[in-house]
């Protein structure tokens, strides 16, 4: 069975004049996390917008190379950029659930999708809640503002969103780094159970956390793809000198 | 709140506990291989020996990506170190068990030199050790661990007595010498396989209590 979800060959970005990525080469597995790590600037970031497409809402920028999702370039004229935000979901650095109820913040995307059935709704934010750990927590107060809620509730609110139009891929830009040390505990068991279900790529500042979550790792340095491999050879016998410098905080 | 990380050190004390019972299985088989002159149970300890060195790899590798990936803390890591300690020592009771089994096959070559009375005992008592110590292990009983280590004076005992037995054996008649040697050789193996249940005790109070209970008496 062909497990690839994303392939992308000979991937090349710019900024304007200023290029953010070379030549990068990258399979991105099924219900597998795939991390990107590396110093500020590298790229890591740029190549997980370019998965769905993130990027074409900045200005002047322009992509080479070619990104297939299922063998169907990402980047070709008629693709629906919405269905493929839809299929491909994100969860930003910090949390930004909507001015609305807790249970709206979940309806939001079902509504668009025509799911307008009370039972229906009620069904599909109850299990996107459970899914993302937090059920137990707001089951009670499912009409109160999304607002009241913790940093790592809103979060994992903004996971549970992500997760309600069941897109196949999540997309996660530094999903902790604005937790505290026991919310970023629970978004990284959150991280491991829902990769059963759903391909995980996510950019993490914090090595640690790559290690701890995911099963595949790249690390990007100055834009380019230095090493790519299973999480645990890249943290237990990297096969690149700079790959060693870096996970042993020698560098970068 | 179980952890993710939880589940993989259950993983490996099961691993452990696996090798555990091979090498038991392993010590059980060379003994009954020495006392009933039975060859084909003295190669199967060879075959056991060979599932020892594996499992003792796989421990760890598990428990050097777990230390890499995990970052352990406290009792999480005193857990992977000894855990990586204790497949060390029962790999060696395996290979302790290898060297009694084969002294068995070349006894079987020759008529007995005598019944074989301390031996039996001294294989029972560090057996004995030796399933204890898992139980402390298992059951996270340090105060057991404490009690194996006293009983290994008890066994170099024995091991002395076997040896001054069968040295008197070898002056009073050479015709002996060689069968002396090869039972002094199962006790003295037998002696080891104390030492390493008593280290496999040490590491399991150092688990428990975090306390380095090693080179007290020394």
Same mark, same amino acid.
């Given at each position: *069975?062909?497990?690839t979800?994303?392939?992308?060959?000979?991937?090349?970005?710019?900024? &304007?004049?200023?290029q953010?990525?070379y030549?990068?080469?990258?399979?991105?597995?099924?219900?597998?996390?795939?991390?990107l790590?590396g110093?500020? &600037?590298?790229?890591?970031?740029?190549?997980?917008?370019?998965?769905?497409?993130?990027?074409?809402?900045?200005?002047?920028?322009?992509? %080479?190379?070619?990104?297939m999702?299922?063998? =169907?370039?990402?980047?070709?004229?008629?693709?629906?950029?919405?269905?493929?935000?839809?299929?491909?979901? *994100?969860?930003?650095?910090?949390?930004?659930?909507?001015?609305?109820?807790?249970?709206?913040? +979940?309806?939001? &995307?079902l509504?668009?999708q025509?799911?307008? $059935?009370?039972g229906?709704?009620?069904?599909?934010? #109850?299990?996107?809640?459970?899914?993302? $750990?937090?059920?137990?927590e707001?089951?009670?107060r499912? %009409?109160?503002?999304a607002?009241?809620?913790?940093?790592? =509730? =809103? %979060?994992?609110?903004c996971? $549970?969103?992500? +997760?309600?139009? #069941?897109?196949?891929?999540?997309? *996660?830009?530094?999903?902790?780094?604005?937790?505290?040390?026991?919310?970023?505990?629970?978004?990284?068991?959150? +991280?491991?159970?829902?990769?059963?279900?759903y391909?995980?790529?996510?950019?993490?500042?914090?090595?640690? %956390?790559?290690?701890?979550?995911?099963?595949?790792? $790249?690390?990007?340095?100055?834009?380019?793809?230095?090493?790519?491999?299973?999480t /645990?050879?890249?943290? /237990?016998?990297?096969?690149?000198? =700079?790959t060693?410098?870096?996970?042993?905080?020698?560098? &970068? | 709140?179980?952890?993710?990380?939880?589940?993989?050190?259950?993983?490996?004390?099961?691993?452990?506990?696996?090798?555990?019972?091979?090498?038991?299985?392993?010590?059980?088989?060379?003994?009954?291989?020495?006392?009933?002159?039975?060859?084909e149970?003295?190669?199967?300890?060879?075959?056991?020996?060979?599932?020892?060195?594996?499992?003792?790899?796989?421990?760890?590798?598990?428990?050097?990506?777990?230390?890499?990936?995990?970052?352990?803390?406290?009792?999480?890591?005193?857990?992977i170190?000894?855990?990586?300690?204790?497949?060390t020592?029962?790999?060696?009771?395996?290979?302790?068990?290898?060297?009694?089994?084969?002294?068995?096959?070349?006894?079987?070559?020759?008529? !007995?030199?005598?019944?074989?009375?301390?031996? !039996?005992?001294m294989?029972?008592?560090?057996?004995?050790?030796?399933?204890?110590?898992?139980?402390?292990?298992?059951?996270?009983?340090?105060?057991?661990?404490?009690?194996?280590?006293?009983?290994?004076?008890?066994?170099?005992?024995?091991?002395?007595?076997?040896?001054?037995?069968?040295?008197?054996?070898m002056?009073?008649?050479?015709?002996?010498?060689?069968?002396?040697?090869?039972?002094?050789?199962?006790?003295?193996?037998?002696?080891?396989?104390?030492?390493?249940?008593?280290?496999?005790?040490?590491?399991?109070?150092y688990?428990?209590?975090?306390?380095?209970?090693?080179?007290?008496?020394?």
């Open positions: *069975m062909d497990n979800v994303f392939e992308l060959t000979k991937l090349n970005f710019w900024y &304007g004049p200023s953010a990525l030549d990068v080469d990258v399979t991105i597995r099924r219900n597998q996390n795939t991390a790590i110093p500020s &600037g590298c790229g890591k970031s740029t190549l997980l917008r370019c998965l769905n497409r993130m990027n074409d809402l900045i200005e002047r920028t322009r992509v %080479q190379g070619s990104i999702l299922h063998g =169907q370039d990402v980047y070709a004229p008629e693709v629906d950029v919405i269905e493929l935000r839809k299929r491909v979901g *994100m969860v930003f650095q910090k949390s930004n659930p909507f001015p609305k109820s807790i249970a709206d913040n +979940i309806a939001y &995307g509504r668009i025509g799911v307008t $059935a009370k229906e709704l009620s069904d599909r934010i #109850e299990a996107s809640l459970r899914k993302a $750990a937090l059920w137990d707001v089951k009670d499912l %009409q109160e503002s607002m009241a809620l913790s940093g790592g =509730q =809103q %979060q994992r609110l996971i $549970a969103r992500a +997760i309600a139009v #069941e897109p196949e891929v999540l997309l *996660m830009d530094e999903p902790c780094s604005a937790l505290d040390p026991v919310a970023t505990a629970k978004i990284e068991e959150l +991280i491991q159970d829902l990769k059963k279900e391909t995980i790529v996510i950019v993490t500042h914090n090595m640690q %956390q790559a290690a701890r979550v995911s099963d595949y790792t $790249a690390f990007f340095y100055l834009g380019k793809l230095v090493e790519f491999d299973a /645990t050879k890249i943290f /237990t016998n990297p096969a690149n000198k =700079q060693e410098d870096y996970v042993t905080g020698r560098f &970068g | 709140m179980e952890l993710h990380f939880d589940q993989e050190l259950g993983q490996l004390k099961e691993m452990l506990l696996r090798m555990a019972a091979v090498a038991e299985q392993s010590v059980a088989d060379a003994l009954k291989a020495l006392v009933e002159r039975n060859e149970l003295a190669r199967k300890v060879d075959t056991e020996d060979a599932q020892l060195d594996r499992m003792e790899m796989d421990v760890d590798r598990v428990g050097i990506e777990l230390i890499a990936l995990r970052q352990p803390k406290a009792s999480d890591l005193r857990f170190i000894v855990a990586m300690k204790i497949a020592e029962l790999e060696r009771i395996g290979d302790q068990a290898v060297s009694i089994a084969h002294r068995a096959c070349e006894l079987t070559q020759e008529p !007995p030199l005598k019944p074989l009375v301390d031996i !039996p005992q294989a029972a008592l560090v057996q004995k050790m030796t399933h204890d110590v898992l139980d402390a292990f298992v059951y996270a009983k340090p105060e057991l661990a404490r009690e194996v280590i006293a009983h290994d004076n008890a066994v170099d005992q024995l091991n002395e007595q076997v040896r001054r037995e069968l040295t008197s054996f002056i009073e008649d050479p015709q002996t010498i060689s069968r002396a040697l090869n039972l002094m050789t199962v006790a003295r193996k037998l002696e080891r396989i104390g030492d390493h249940a008593t280290n496999l005790a040490e590491g399991i109070v688990l428990y209590e975090a306390r380095d209970i090693r080179h007290q008496n020394e």
